[in-house]
């Protein structure tokens, strides 16, 4: 007997460019998938629970692969300030009057609650006071990699960037055992760690296999910065210290050269596209066709909602298709296969995940959405890997289950309180309303 | 007594950039809009009907002022192919075989229920059997303005341009008591159709005092193929004729010189902006910047499903501000404001509305619509305006009224049918399914 037999017309595993199944069935038992495939092939079994979708696509649940989830208590802060007033006189300062476990909390269920009304499975995270971003991720049953930061400047975490390390290397132990909770080392960029630090996480992280993340290259201030103060790009000062390697997560990477792309691609590291937040901050079109041509892995982020301002990975996916046509990315265009691959396995691979999530396959991590197509803006539809690229399908996701357990049920979020959350969000408001005055 | 009092948290007239009323309240009477402004300054009057909204933002519809509705029931046809390839081997041979009456009045009826659930009220639409269009829209009670096709080629409309014409003059009587069409005229491109039928059709316009609404310089082979056949590009084809004055719409503008862009300016003519369309069919990111900073009225178009693949005239106002942001455009950023009032006045003034519509203001058309703040992807909110461009609030939208009558009450729709129209795409879909070989 199987825990949960899923039914729907289409299901997209993400197996292939021409994997559509249709007439659908997915078994799930202790969490992890059991089958996928045409319900009449299924095997005789019965079900402790059935839901029967319908006109719904099943597939797996999007990876958010980069963004900070608390900040999304400041969506929509200064939307129109150039980028460095937008960091010097808005968000820094209200950062840092207000920043604590309580703001990191709040801000980290309401932007779970966005992410899986929207698809999103799995989200990667760098902020201050991890250790509450994944209580309340596991709290929810979302999944989560929290990349802590480490920064040579005082936060309101920690006051050095030996305090950030000190603190982050506790959480490995605190989350050994929690399977929704990855931890990563979070430098936060080449111009804000020195090399002593970046040699320093490399150690640790080689000495416990762990994923590195960091902001990279994200505009050619940047890069001017670093070719200033060290004689070389930020990814050049990556390679030199031996970061650049297959557990590295470049977040960004707006501003390459052919060199940046071929070390990348040598060194087998991920790059993380945000492509809503690279252009509302006036950073660029990251040539993302290039990268994908040189072989690099590419997942896809929204970026924090202070800088998109939604978290919506449909729609993310959407605009990386749309910008890989735009011309100002090099070479050839991605299909719509190429870019949803990017939002759920290229998310998974570079997270270190693809074993365990961003496809439906046997044995992975039940991670499983379901999107409506029985709705205007879906009808008619003519390839569903296309339409839910194309119609920004983040609207019609209905239903969410993260290792089977169901955190979405036709439109409303079960483990999270969606009223509460905004009362609490809006005490934030009026504090940081109060406080930034400009 | 008036007909209707709206109450809502805030209302954006668009009446100006710091324009935000707080507590807000509209009266409608006769489907014109009486009063807008603070609840508590309202006069002293009774209303046959209130609609209390609570945490919501009354705002003018947004006008999608290029479009061709009953492509709807393409969506998503053959996505990945390239422009050529889509039109020569998939678009026209498609329409070729089915366009008929009863595809546009079906296919205007599913674009129509998206539109008004992401909150448009006025659409241009420029398609075959057009009358099909405006009667179906006005028995959805949707505002548009039908640009009747004229080509040189022979369509399933009519067999010529001659013919295009004259069917197209009947439209003028047809409709010439009906508040919410308006008839301008419609000819393709100047890549299909002779100087002599542009001078006709201006010749008329004149006389009638019509709009006219033309695809212009929507990608770079375009402007070389007129370069070899008149020896000069298609905006100077138009000055030459005299097309280019007021009452002219310039559908795309995607690729502009100086010299181009100064005549739009000196004319007076306006350009719709499609930025998906453009984006997603390769042809590039237009000088929307530029055009600003040289005084063109500019108006935002989601363009026809098939190149899009969606109708929702936020995320096209969302997509625009990126877009201004990408370094492609030229020039400075535009606001949040500004963005929005391409949506909607500019929209309204591009087809000569904005007397009539645009803005919340005494004296124009009930065009209202109600965004629901009280939701996890609009929370928290410093800022109403920036907030409905930065955070896809088509999502969003509940309630729409159009000259006053309620077309969506709170999120359903009142005078379209999904479940109906669903099962007509279903079989169009099929049909083209059959036929689409490739």
């Known amino acids: 007997m199987v825990d949960l037999l899923l039914k729907a017309a289409f299901a997209v595993p993400m197996t292939g460019a021409d994997d559509v199944i249709e007439d659908a069935a997915v078994t799930v038992r202790d969490g992890r998938i059991e089958f996928v495939g045409r319900a009449c092939d299924l095997p005789d079994t019965s079900a402790a629970s059935t839901v029967d979708l319908g006109h719904h696509i099943l597939m797996p649940g999007l990876v958010n692969a980069h963004g900070h989830a608390a900040m999304t208590l400041l969506r929509g802060l200064a939307d129109d300030a150039d980028l460095q007033s937008w960091l010097r006189e808005h968000i820094w300062p209200i950062e840092g009057q207000f920043v604590d476990a309580s703001f990191v909390r709040t801000g980290t269920q309401l932007a779970m609650a966005e ?28 999944r989560c990699q929290i990349a802590f930061p480490v920064a040579d400047f005082a936060g309101r975490w920690a006051a050095s960037a030996s305090e950030c390390l000190s603190r982050g290397l506790d959480l490995f132990d605190r989350y050994r055992d929690e399977a929704l909770v990855q931890v990563a080392f979070g430098p936060h960029a080449v111009y804000t760690v020195d090399d002593a630090h970046l040699k320093k996480i490399l150690t640790y992280a080689n000495e416990l296999d762990a994923p590195i993340h960091i902001h990279i290259q994200e505009n050619a201030a940047e890069i001017d910065e670093c070719l200033k ?210």
């Open 229 to 438: 103060a060290r004689g070389e790009r930020p990814i050049a000062t990556l390679k030199r210290l031996g970061l650049l390697g297959p557990n590295l997560q470049t977040v960004h990477a707006t501003i390459l050269n052919d060199q940046d792309i071929q070390d990348l691609a040598e060194a087998g590291a991920s790059v993380v596209h945000c492509p809503h937040s690279n252009l509302k901050l006036g950073s660029g079109i990251a040539r993302i066709n290039d990268l994908k041509a040189a072989g690099v892995n590419v997942a896809i982020g929204t970026d924090g909602a202070a800088s998109n301002n939604a978290l919506d990975m449909f729609a993310e996916t959407r605009q990386a298709n749309l910008l890989s046509r735009s011309g100002a990315e090099g070479g050839s265009s991605m299909s719509a296969f190429d870019t949803l691959h990017m939002a759920t396995l290229g998310g998974a691979r570079a997270l270190g995940l693809e074993e365990f999530t961003g496809s439906l396959e046997a044995g992975k991590w039940a991670d499983i959405i379901a999107v409506d197509t029985a709705v205007p803006g879906m009808t008619p539809m003519f390839d569903p890997i296309s339409q839910l690229v194309h119609s920004t399908a983040g609207r019609f996701v209905t239903d969410v289950w993260i290792a089977g357990r169901r955190c979405l049920r036709a439109g409303q979020l079960t483990t999270l309180h969606p009223g509460k959350l905004r009362e609490e969000a809006l005490h934030w408001q009026a504090l940081i309303k109060g406080a930034d005055s400009h």
């Open 115 to 142: 992410m899986l009304r929207t698809g999103t499975t799995l989200f990667s995270d760098m902020y201050f006071f991890p250790e509450e971003t994944a209580d309340a991720a596991i709290a929810a049953g979302m």
